[in-house]
C-alpha cells in the first residue's frame, strides 16, 4: 500500500489551486522583406497550479539572470510541462508571465516526482 499524500488532491480540497489563463499563438508573417510579423493568439487552456510569489532576494539570489519583480513560481502536475514551456502569454490574476527561459540553462523547470516547479517571469 502507497503511504504518500496525494499532493494536488489535497490542495484542491482545500481550495488552494488557482486557475491559470495558458495562451498558444501562431506567429505570421506580413512582409518577409521588413520581417513584420504578428502572432495571433488561440482561446486560453486552463490548468490549476498552486501560485507562490518569489521575493526580490530570491529573484537574485536563487535564480540565474535578471528576472523582473513580480515574478512567480507555479507548482502544477507533470501533465502541463510541455503546455507550459510552449504558451505565448500566462495570465494570472490580470498579469502576464511568460516561462522564464534562460539563455545558458534553458528553462527554468524543476522536475518532482509527481509535480514541476515553474518559474514564470512577469512581462513588461
Avoid at 499563438?25 to 482561446?43: C, F, G, M, R
Avoid at 539570489?61 to 523582473?68: H, M, T
Avoid at 502536475?77 to 534562460?102: M, Q, S
Wanted: charged share 30%.
Amino acid at each position: 500500500m502507497d503511504k504518500r499524500i496525494d499532493l494536488f488532491n489535497y490542495f484542491r480540497n482545500e481550495g488552494l489551486l488557482k486557475n491559470i489563463a495558458v495562451y498558444a499563438a501562431k506567429e505570421t508573417i506580413l512582409d518577409p522583406y521588413e520581417k513584420n510579423e504578428s502572432k495571433v493568439y488561440s482561446n486560453p487552456l486552463t490548468i490549476k497550479a498552486l501560485v507562490r510569489q518569489v521575493s526580490y532576494e530570491s529573484l537574485h539570489w536563487k535564480y540565474y539572470g535578471q528576472l523582473p519583480v513580480g515574478s512567480i513560481e507555479l507548482i502544477t502536475e507533470k501533465k502541463n510541462k510541455t503546455l507550459l514551456r510552449t504558451a505565448e502569454k500566462i495570465i494570472y490574476d490580470g498579469v502576464e508571465f511568460k516561462c522564464w527561459k534562460d539563455e545558458a540553462k534553458g528553462f527554468a523547470i524543476l522536475e518532482r516526482e509527481d509535480y514541476i516547479i515553474v518559474v514564470l517571469a512577469k512581462k513588461d
